[in-house]
């Protein structure tokens, strides 16, 4: 029988960021597809472990390292171990990232006053992250002579987010980053190294709660409530609904897409407001 394009069996996910609600959706839709899955954390081991729990029972291959995606020689050790353990790294999600209540203005924190170490630290969690990780494992893709790279961008880079000043920068700059790195790797090294982003649009994490809902009373905020307006499907989306998009874009039946960022938003990119 001829083996699926969707199937991932024999190959080694690298996912950071893997223990947040997005990043722990696609480490389970790729460990049900028959990969081998290293969920990144940094902090959040124990959410990364219960990912690799329930991944393990339904019969799939998960194991946690900790690494920091802003420091370089963290992220080369992980790699050490990955290809000591797996001897390859096939697919490489760089999940790490998320907004900060002290980088995003409100009636209490104007734009002139958003603390400077809050703003670097939003722009390099987003930015430097993704930027890191692919140099430590696009090398390794870059020797190998083939992979498959998928950045989680966000619709604050396509239409900046009110509020989320340092977020909606920080995922610009990695949708940019995406379409740079997918022409250099082609162009510099080798042309079976695919580079492509995701970009949701609003479902609820753990980064974004505090924006979305009171965390009083469960309700949604007068910008929870705009948003669901302005969204022709009437909802925030389910991580869930985001792991086919990214298995897709990871896979041979996107052996031709390249460079590209799939918006996924429930049609509110599309909405102008009439």
């Known amino acids: 029988m001829k083996k699926s394009i969707f199937d991932f069996s024999g190959k080694t996910a690298v996912v950071t960021g893997g223990s947040g609600v997005i990043g722990g959706a696609i480490c389970r839709g790729l460990a049900a597809a028959g990969a081998n899955v290293v969920i990144v954390a940094n902090t959040q081991m124990g959410k990364a472990q219960v990912i690799a729990d329930e991944i393990r029972s339904a019969g799939g291959s998960a194991s946690v390292v900790q690494a920091d995606v802003l420091a370089r020689d963290s992220l080369r050790k992980l790699a050490e171990d990955v290809i000591g353990d797996f001897g390859t790294v096939d697919l490489l999600v760089n999940g790490a990232g998320g907004a900060k209540k002290e980088a995003t203005t409100s009636k209490e924190l104007s734009f002139f006053d958003l603390p400077e170490e809050a703003v670097r630290n939003v722009l390099d969690l987003n930015f430097l992250g993704t930027f890191f990780a692919c140099q430590v494992f696009g090398k390794i893709m870059v020797e190998q002579?083939?992979?498959?790279?998928?950045?989680i961008?966000?619709?604050g880079a396509v239409r900046p987010l009110t509020r989320s000043v340092a977020y909606s920068a920080g995922k610009a700059a990695v949708t940019n980053f995406t379409q740079w790195l997918a022409v250099h790797f082609s162009q510099e090294y080798q042309a079976k190294i695919r580079v492509n982003a995701i970009v949701p649009g609003f479902f609820l994490t753990e980064q974004n709660r505090f924006l979305l809902t009171d965390e009083i009373t469960g309700e949604l905020t007068e910008r929870g409530q705009r948003i669901i307006r302005q969204t022709p499907m009437g909802r925030f989306g389910s991580p869930d609904e985001l792991v086919p998009p990214a298995l897709f874009l990871l896979s041979?039946?996107?052996?031709?897409?390249?460079?590209?960022?799939?918006?996924?938003d429930g049609g509110l990119n599309a909405y102008g407001g009439v």
């Open 145 to 151: 002579g083939r992979g498959a790279v998928l950045n």
């Open 153 to 155: 961008s966000s619709l």
């Open 252 to 264: 041979d039946a996107a052996s031709f897409i390249h460079g590209e960022t799939l918006v996924i």
